[in-house]
T-cell receptor, first 113, second 111 residues
Framework: EAQVTQNPRYLITVTGKKLTVTCSQN?????MSWYRQDPGLGLRQIYY???????DKGDVPEGYKVSRKEKRNFPLILESPSPNQTSLYFC????????????FGAGSRLTVL | DAKTTQPPSMDCAEGRAANLPCNHS???????VYWYRQIHSQGPQYIIH???NNETNEMASLIITEDRKSSTLILPHATLRDTAVYYC????????????FGKGITLSVRP
């Protein structure tokens, strides 16, 4: 089944403890992206990647890092999480050309205490 | 600046057609209209997209006005499972384009 898989789905952590949210897709998509969703603010793009070793900032990149060493994986790294990064995170992927038909993961709910 | 305007909410009866409006008066010639929906806190799901012609797939129909300044997503026979937030997005295609999700319209399907 074609899908985007995120892990963990739920995580409670403490301020300053580094964490990584993994994202993997099995559709051979070139483009991958991370969004965060907060009440009243909709989905906001954090980072995106056009292909392996090509990443760029989205609208709210502060406090996050990403890497794209393999086509299928696009992990989101929080080096020193803070409470304002408590949010629902979504990873998505699509072909780099043609229509913007994104396939989203199921989401990762992160709480930073 | 938002490219689209949607009412915040609407409801319809189960089994009836749900017509979700979207205004995009500043749409450019190379921009498509996309519709996604999000059920509860699940990942958004692609529904349909179009440029200027009306489109239909197994989920819905998309009607775009001739001047392309507005569109309507039609769910022909709404079910309770169609209760969700529906996002209308205007964006060009291409490698660098990205989808900007606004607040969407909350559709409530009542029994």
């Amino acid at each position: 089944e074609a899908q985007v898989t995120q892990n963990p789905r739920y995580l409670i952590t403490v301020t300053g403890k580094k964490l990584t949210v993994t994202c993997s897709q099995n559709m051979n998509h070139e483009y991958m992206s991370w969004y965060r969703q907060d009440p009243g603010l909709g989905l906001r793009q954090i980072y995106y990647s056009m292909n392996v070793e090509v990443t760029d900032k989205g609208d709210v990149p502060e406090g996050y890092k990403v890497s794209r060493k393999e086509k299928r994986n696009f992990p989101l790294i929080l080096e020193s999480p803070s409470p304002n990064q408590t949010s629902l995170y979504f990873c998505a992927s699509r072909w780099d050309r043609g229509a913007n038909v994104l396939t989203f993961g199921a989401g990762s709910r992160l709480t930073v205490l | 600046d938002a490219k689209t305007t949607q009412p915040p909410s609407m409801d319809c009866a189960e089994g009836r057609a749900a017509n979700l409006p979207c205004n995009h008066s500043t749409i450019s010639g190379n921009e498509y209209v996309y519709w996604y929906r999000q059920i509860h806190s699940q990942g958004p799901q692609y529904i349909i997209h179009g440029l200027k012609n009306n489109e239909t797939n197994e989920m819905a129909s998309l009607i775009i006005t001739e001047d392309r300044k507005s569109s309507t997503l039609i769910l022909p026979h709404a079910t309770l499972r169609d209760t969700a937030v529906y996002y209308c997005i205007v964006e060009s295609t291409g490698a660098n384009s990205k989808l900007t999700f606004g607040k969407g319209i909350t559709l409530s399907v009542r029994p």
